[in-house]
């Protein structure tokens, strides 16, 4: 018995040191991975988008408990530096800030910040997996030859191509296009994107084309346009005398002021007017960011990474639509319509008819 005694004490303390060098090696197996994800915003100027772009990919991140995301954004402002010409003080600052705070995964939001990741993003995050959100077209090829890198393409082709044959499809006694957009080299590339769509189209007897037109003089020329006329709005960052201008801004002024109806294939830019269209949705390109992130943070090599998120969909203003008597029926199948205002009937149907069997019954 004595014996047994001196056995469980020696033992004792053994056990107790393996089970607390197990329960800390479960603890750090189950700690979250703390990462630190830098966001580059290519351009100032696209703050409605980008809104719910970074609300959604910030909910995506940190509602995932495997990895611990530390969320920095820079906003570069590089639209006033068209010529890729980059101050020095933006890159001694971008690398101050790596050398104090070492990232593990750096985002490129829109254009822009695929140029200057592909100018500096090898001397400033070496071997950094990157992730590319919409960039331009012209970058893609560039792009797809880095390592470690995802990209996110734009779904802008897609989106105008159909926004183009729904105008005809809704309305279809319409003889002339006028395409609206801004002058700088954001809107020129949709500009280019939307000028295909058109030409891929059989059905555009008569296009115009309105690029950086000021907005005074864009709102006189809108409201003399024939009644066979629809408008198609892709962007608007500057006009062609330099005034930097925002796409929500010309948006609400066009739609009050054309005597035709406007579609667009940005959803932030619904509820200004605009008919809508088959539209992209930052949300859409923010959880599908998200995702892209989430994997690479986690091991995943890029070249298994697989992304299916649908961006773009059927979606329209119900009031334009009722502004240009366009009957609900025309509409695509799963179309999403907005902001409807609903009858007595429609919003109290079932009490109303509830009622009505009720004095029946009584009578």
Not at 295 to 301: A, V, Y
Request: proline content about 5%.
């Amino acid at each position: 018995m004595l014996r047994l005694k001196k056995i469980s004490l020696i033992c004792l303390p053994i056990l107790l040191v393996l089970f607390c060098l197990f329960s800390e090696g479960a603890h750090a197996q189950q700690a979250p991975l703390k990462k630190n994800v830098l966001v580059l915003h290519g351009l100032w100027r696209i703050r409605t988008w980008e809104i719910p772009f970074n609300s959604i990919l910030h909910n995506e991140l940190l509602a995932d408990k495997a990895v611990t995301a530390g969320i920095t954004h820079v906003y570069l402002g590089l639209e006033d530096f068209p010529d890729n010409v980059y101050p020095q003080k933006l890159i001694e600052d971008l690398r101050d800030r790596v050398e104090k705070n070492p990232v593990d995964l750096v985002i490129s939001v829109v254009q822009g910040a695929d140029r200057f990741l592909l100018s500096y993003g090898q001397e400033l995050f070496p071997g950094v997996p990157k992730v590319f959100a919409i960039p331009g077209t012209r970058e893609i090829q560039k792009l797809k030859k880095l390592k470690n890198a995802v990209i996110i393409p734009s779904a802008a082709k897609k989106a105008l191509q159909t926004t183009v044959e729904r105008i005809f499809s809704l309305l279809p006694d319409t003889r002339h296009l006028v395409v609206v957009c801004g002058n700088s080299s954001l809107d020129h590339n949709y500009l280019e994107i939307a000028k295909r769509a058109i030409l891929s189209s059989k059905r555009v007897a008569k296009v115009s084309y309105l690029v950086g037109v000021p907005l005074e003089e864009l709102g006189k020329r809108a409201s003399g346009l024939a009644p066979d006329t629809a408008i198609l709005f892709t962007t608007y960052a500057e006009d062609k005398n330099g005034k930097k201008e925002t796409a929500l801004d010309v948006s609400v002024r066009l739609a009050a002021s054309a005597h035709a109806p406007v579609f667009s294939f940005h959803e932030v830019l619904l509820g200004t007017g605009m008919i809508g269209g088959h539209v992209t949705s930052s949300e859409s390109y923010g959880k599908t960011t998200a995702e892209a992130v989430l994997l690479l943070l986690k091991g995943e090599q890029p070249a298994a990474i697989s992304l299916n998120e649908q961006i773009a969909f059927d979606v329209y203003d119900w009031r334009a639509l009722k502004r240009w008597n366009i009957s609900e029926d025309r509409l695509p199948s799963g179309s999403q319509v907005r902001y409807k205002t609903l009858t007595l009937w429609e919003a109290y149907k079932v009490p109303i008819i509830a009622g009505i069997g009720v004095m029946c019954l009584e009578t």
